[in-house]
Structure formats: structure tokens, C-alpha cells
């Protein structure tokens, strides 16, 4: 089984700020790694697919980068509407989340 | 514009079989383009992958609960369901019904709303 890590788990940062999160896979993975966003009671949303690739409609601000095991997801300028949990997930074998990563306003 | 809607009982005793439906609206499951999946989310915790369908009935599970879950698909009904054997409080959740493209077998793109599903005597 691959087995996904993500830190922080949880992180608050200001308005206008750049918000980096990483993800790492058991083995490699190529980029087969997808990152989604969900908000309190709904479902998840997808941003990026194939680690770096935007979801058509999905703000520019949001990016992916990595392959193999290490991968990045970026918000390049919070704004209050991203407060969200985040989860990368891979699908080289199956299908595994990430823990999550909570962000917040501070 | 496809919708996906769980439907199925919000209580289930332990030991017994949790089951539930995924009703497609504004599509065709038989399209042939897409797989179906389970996903279900503990409250206050992450997500776990449970298995997925396709319309060939080619099945793929979660290796930790492969040996208690059934996915079918009735392309009659334009459904899915879930069935899941030998429940416990540990398979208290929230679950979704989802949608994947063919094309990109790595991608959930449509989501249920979910269904909260307890278990408890």
C-alpha cells in the first residue's frame, strides 16, 4: 500500500500571504498525485490534477509542483474564501488521501 | 450538469450490513466514460478511499476493507450501491458516492453530498 504523509497538519496565515504544503508518497508515485480543497460540511473539491495541472475554473493562485515522492501545493495569495482543509492524493496504486492540511486566517 | 445522491438508512447496528445507493441524475452511468466510487470520512478526520465500479462491473477496493465490501451498479436504475458487512462504530462516517473520468483514473470530479451513517445499538 502507498502511504501518504502531508505537513503541517494545520497552519494560520494572514490575508495576502503565500501558503506552501507538501506532500510525500511511500514510493514513487510519478505524478500521479491530485491535491483537493474542502470546505466545513461539503464535499471535497478538486484543484489540481496530476500534480500540477489547474482544474478548469479553479483560481490561478492555486499551483502543484513535484513528482516521484515529494510534491508542493501552493496558495500564492490567501484569501478568506480558501480557508479549507486540503488533501493530496495519489493514484499510482488505487487510491489514497493524505491526512490533510487545516488552513486558517490569523 | 450530473448530480450524484446518496440515499440508504442513517443507523445501522453493529455486525449488521451497512448498504447504499448512489443515484445519477443528468447522465448516464452505462456513458462508458466514467468509474464510481465510494468515499466515506469519519467525523473530524480525513478521507478514505473504499473501492470503486466500473460500468463493465470491474471492481477495485480499499486492501483494509476489501475482504466486508461489495460495490455493484444497476445500470437499470442509473445506481450504484454499497454494501458492507460486519459493521463497527469504527465505520461511522460520512459517505460519499463520487465520479471519476476514465481518462484520468486518478480523478474524483463529482461529488455526492454525503450521508451520515451511524453505528450504534
Known amino acids: 500500500d502507498i502511504q501518504m504523509t502531508q505537513s503541517p497538519s494545520s497552519l494560520s496565515a494572514s490575508v495576502g500571504d503565500r501558503v506552501t504544503i507538501t506532500c510525500q508518497a511511500s514510493?514513487?508515485?510519478?505524478?500521479?498525485l491530485n491535491w483537493y480543497q474542502q470546505k466545513p460540511g461539503k464535499a471535497p473539491k478538486l484543484l489540481i490534477y496530476?500534480?500540477?495541472n489547474l482544474e478548469t475554473g479553479v483560481p490561478s493562485r492555486f499551483s502543484g509542483s513535484g513528482s516521484g515522492t515529494d510534491f508542493t501545493f501552493t496558495i500564492s495569495s490567501l484569501q478568506p474564501e480558501d480557508i479549507a482543509t486540503y488533501y493530496c492524493?495519489?493514484?499510482?496504486?488505487?487510491?489514497?488521501f493524505g491526512p490533510g492540511t487545516k488552513v486558517d486566517i490569523k | 450538469q450530473v448530480q450524484l445522491q446518496e440515499s440508504g438508512p442513517g443507523l445501522v447496528k453493529p455486525s449488521q450490513t451497512l448498504s447504499l445507493t448512489c443515484t445519477v441524475s443528468?447522465?448516464?452511468?452505462?456513458?462508458?466514460?466514467?468509474?464510481w466510487s465510494w468515499i466515506r470520512q469519519p467525523a473530524g478526520k480525513g478521507l478514505e478511499w473504499i473501492g470503486r465500479?466500473?460500468?463493465?462491473?470491474?471492481?477495485n477496493y480499499n486492501p483494509s476493507l476489501k475482504s466486508r465490501v461489495t460495490i455493484s451498479v444497476d445500470t437499470s436504475k442509473n445506481q450504484f450501491s454499497l454494501k458492507l458487512s460486519s459493521v463497527t462504530a469504527a465505520d461511522t462516517a460520512v459517505y460519499y458516492c463520487?465520479?471519476?473520468?476514465?481518462?484520468?483514473?486518478?480523478?474524483?470530479?463529482?461529488w455526492g453530498q454525503g450521508t451520515t451513517v451511524t453505528v450504534s445499538s
Open positions: 514510493q514513487d508515485i510519478s505524478n500521479y
Open positions: 463520487a465520479r471519476g473520468p476514465l481518462q484520468a483514473p486518478g480523478v474524483v470530479d463529482v
Open positions: 496530476d500534480a500540477s
Open positions: 492524493q495519489q493514484y499510482d496504486n488505487l487510491i489514497t
Open positions: 465500479i466500473y460500468t463493465s462491473g470491474s471492481t
Open positions: 443528468g447522465g448516464s452511468i452505462s456513458s462508458g466514460s466514467y468509474y
